[in-house]
């Protein structure tokens, strides 16, 4: 089975791209799912039809469905929220802001991804297609599984067994209610489950993300803060797409000055991601939506190519034996905004406000950095 996750800033056509992307691999005779974690869905307005949270068949092939990150949350967490609301609640207060409280950024597309993960492991389709949230939300989503467990794992730390047997004295003399099982089964659940979904996600011959983006600068800025941030957590972009790319004839006349601008983009664009395939979407006479619209464009776009393959595939991380150091990978990263600090066997690098654990490889276990230098995209360490 294949994930396909796309991304981008908002507006970028990122709902279009997955539809598209859908419709070509499902008239290639697959399975496919098509899914929005986007808490604003617009998947059914690119299908002009209408979906729920539940698989609705659209063609031969081709499903869709917006995910409920409301219902996916009470699911996954309402036994552990509840616990919160009352300990927030105890001194009195406001139950509506104890539920404003309990709204962390970020945490309904993560129980969003958890959807993705039942839906992968129920292996009922062959390809799942992902329209995710803006970029923002995205990153966010993509850390939480590795945070919010080590986060559960400092806050609760105490055992079933620890609160049967001195939790009524606890309970009776600190006034503080003590969780029952249900609290620690939706622990154990999301600890679970979290981990499952790193794995999936971090498994480059499964899930790929590609990111959408259109020839202005102010957008390739994001792609590529969202290009390397996506790195920086070890996830696998494998092509660009270049959408509202308007026809020489649309920029005659009027907007003839912006031919120049539109050219210049283009070719920053082919520079900053050479390595990466790279799909150019011109900008439509009609609307993108209803499944014939989208059909062709997905032809167009994937005309020499599986949409279906993982389309490139880079190390993010290795060892350079010659330069004895490890080598990794974050382009379009600034020499000035990064940092690095080691942690005994963990590396941690931070590019801007973003900050990633690496463990150290076994061949340099035990050892200190001794340098560091950062050239064509490789921050390289020593030991």
Same mark, same amino acid.
């Given at each position: 089975?294949?994930?396909?996750?796309? %991304?981008?800033?908002?507006?970028?056509?990122?709902?279009?791209?997955?539809?598209?992307?859908?419709?070509?691999?499902?008239?290639?005779?697959?399975?496919?799912?098509?899914?929005? %974690?986007?808490?604003?869905?617009?998947?059914?307005?690119?299908?002009?039809? +209408?979906?729920?949270?539940?698989?609705?068949? /659209?063609?031969?092939? #081709?499903?869709?469905?917006?995910?409920?990150?409301?219902? =996916?949350?009470?699911?996954?967490?309402?036994?552990?929220?509840?616990?919160?609301?009352? #300990?927030?609640?105890?001194?009195?207060?406001?139950?509506?802001?104890?539920?404003?409280?309990?709204?962390?950024?970020?945490? =309904?597309?993560?129980?969003?991804?958890? +959807?993705?993960?039942?839906?992968? *492991?129920?292996?009922?389709?062959?390809?799942?297609?992902?329209?995710?949230?803006?970029? !923002?939300?995205?990153?966010?989503?993509?850390? $939480?599984?590795?945070?919010?467990?080590?986060?559960?794992?400092?806050?609760?730390?105490?055992?079933?067994?620890?609160?049967?047997?001195?939790?009524?004295?606890?309970?009776? @003399?600190?006034?503080?209610?003590?969780?029952?099982?249900?609290?620690?089964?939706?622990?154990?659940?999301?600890?679970?489950?979290?981990?499952? #979904?790193?794995?999936?996600?971090?498994?480059?011959? @499964?899930?790929?993300?590609?990111?959408?983006?259109?020839?202005?600068?102010?957008?390739?800025?994001? &792609?590529?803060?969202?290009?390397?941030?996506?790195?920086?957590?070890?996830?696998?972009?494998?092509?660009?797409?270049?959408?509202?790319?308007?026809?020489?004839?649309?920029?005659? !006349? $009027?907007?003839?000055?912006?031919?120049?601008?539109?050219?210049?983009?283009?070719?920053?664009?082919? *520079?900053?991601?050479?390595?990466?395939?790279?799909?150019?979407?011109?900008?439509?006479?009609? =609307?993108?939506?209803? /499944?014939?619209?989208?059909?062709?464009?997905?032809?167009?776009?994937? =005309?020499?190519?599986?949409?279906?393959? @993982?389309?490139?595939?880079? *190390?993010?991380?290795?060892?350079?034996?010659?330069?004895?150091? /490890?080598?990794?990978?974050?382009?379009?990263?600034?020499?000035?905004? #990064?940092?690095?600090?080691?942690?005994?066997?963990?590396?941690?690098?931070?590019?801007?406000?973003?900050?990633?654990?690496?463990? @150290?490889?076994?061949?340099? &276990?035990?050892?200190?950095?001794?340098? &560091?230098?950062?050239?064509? !995209?490789?921050?390289?360490?020593?030991?």
């Amino acid at each position: 089975m294949r994930v396909i996750i796309y %991304t981008g800033k908002g507006g970028v056509g990122k709902t279009s791209m997955a539809a598209a992307t859908a419709c070509k691999i499902a008239k290639n005779g697959k399975k496919v799912l098509v899914m929005s %974690t986007d808490q604003a869905h617009s998947l059914g307005d690119s299908f002009d039809s +209408k979906i729920s949270k539940v698989p609705t068949q /659209l063609a031969d092939n #081709l499903y869709a469905m917006e995910i409920d990150a409301v219902h =996916e949350s009470e699911k996954s967490w309402g036994n552990l929220k509840d616990y919160f609301k009352k #300990l927030l609640t105890l001194k009195g207060g406001s139950g509506i802001e104890a539920e404003e409280l309990l709204v962390f950024p970020g945490l =309904e597309e993560l129980f969003s991804m958890f +959807k993705i993960l039942d839906v992968y *492991e129920s292996g009922e389709y062959d390809t799942i297609i992902v329209d995710c949230a803006p970029t !923002g939300e995205t990153l966010a989503l993509l850390k $939480y599984p590795e945070r919010l467990s080590g986060m559960l794992k400092k806050i609760l730390p105490v055992k079933r067994a620890a609160v049967k047997s001195v939790g009524t004295v606890v309970e009776n @003399v600190m006034k503080i209610p003590m969780p029952e099982d249900s609290v620690f089964d939706d622990i154990e659940y999301l600890m679970d489950k979290m981990q499952r #979904l790193q794995e999936l996600m971090l498994n480059k011959e @499964v899930v790929s993300l590609r990111v959408v983006t259109t020839p202005e600068k102010i957008v390739m800025k994001e &792609a590529k803060r969202n290009f390397t941030c996506l790195y920086l957590y070890h996830y696998n972009v494998d092509a660009m797409i270049v959408n509202h790319i308007y026809p020489a004839k649309a920029m005659e !006349g $009027y907007f003839n000055k912006w031919i120049k601008l539109q050219e210049d983009a283009l070719q920053e664009i082919k *520079e900053s991601f050479s390595e990466v395939p790279r799909f150019y979407v011109e900008l439509q006479k009609q =609307e993108l939506r209803t /499944l014939d619209v989208l059909g062709k464009v997905g032809d167009s776009v994937f =005309e020499e190519v599986d949409p279906d393959d @993982v389309l490139f595939k880079e *190390e993010i991380y290795s060892i350079d034996k010659e330069e004895k150091c /490890l080598k990794i990978y974050l382009p379009f990263a600034d020499k000035e905004e #990064l940092r690095l600090e080691q942690d005994k066997n963990e590396l941690v690098v931070g590019v801007r406000n973003e900050s990633r654990k690496f463990p @150290v490889p076994v061949e340099f &276990a035990e050892k200190e950095i001794t340098g &560091a230098k950062f050239e064509d !995209g490789y921050l390289k360490i020593k030991f």
